[in-house]
């Protein structure tokens, strides 16, 4: 169990890993305690551990597609289900930007892209497809990257999908 009260010290029952926090981060911090005895910290209200505030697109404004969401809410779907969500790619480059390749973090997720050639200051559509078949008793959250490529392997576009499998 993970406590975090006001004054005082995340502590894992049975390690030695203590980690004070300031006010301010443990005011909108989530703390996740994994069974092989890690510290996961994550939130933090906008900004990082030195309390200095992050943009929410910090990687999406290096990157010449931007996806209409940054996250695709696909909400819920029941075990073994399949559900699908469509989304757009601005290009806003002067110039043409081509993606050959998609790499998802599940193999339960594809992306359909029609159209892999996005012209200067124009859009495309793209479909995410959800496929939980092959693991039809999975129950949880699902938090998929969605990274594009180009040819010379430099990421395009970064986008993330989430869900939850849960019995209805």
């Known amino acids: 169990m993970c406590l975090a009260g006001k004054g005082s010290i995340v502590k894992f029952p049975k390690t030695i890993y203590d980690v004070p926090f300031s006010s301010r981060l443990r005011a909108k911090m989530v703390v996740a305690c994994l069974w092989s005895g890690l510290l996961v910290v994550a939130g933090c209200d ?3 551990p030195r309390g200095v505030p992050v943009s929410p697109n910090s990687t999406q404004s290096t990157l010449p597609l931007l996806p209409s969401e940054d996250k695709l809410k696909l909400d819920q779907v029941a075990p073994g289900g399949q559900k699908q969500c469509a989304f757009r790619l601005m290009n806003r480059s002067a110039t043409p930007v081509a993606i050959a390749e998609v790499e998802t973090s ?3 997720l594809k992306i359909d892209l029609p159209q892999r050639l996005v012209p200067p200051g124009e859009e495309v559509s793209g479909r995410a497809l959800l496929d939980l078949r092959n693991d039809p008793y999975f129950t949880g959250q699902l938090r998929i990257s969605v990274k594009g490529r180009s ?3 430099k990421m395009v576009f970064a986008l993330g999908v989430e869900v939850t499998a849960e019995r209805e």
């Open 151 to 153: 040819k010379s392997g």
């Open 106 to 108: 599940c193999d339960c």
């Open 46 to 48: 906008g900004r990082d």
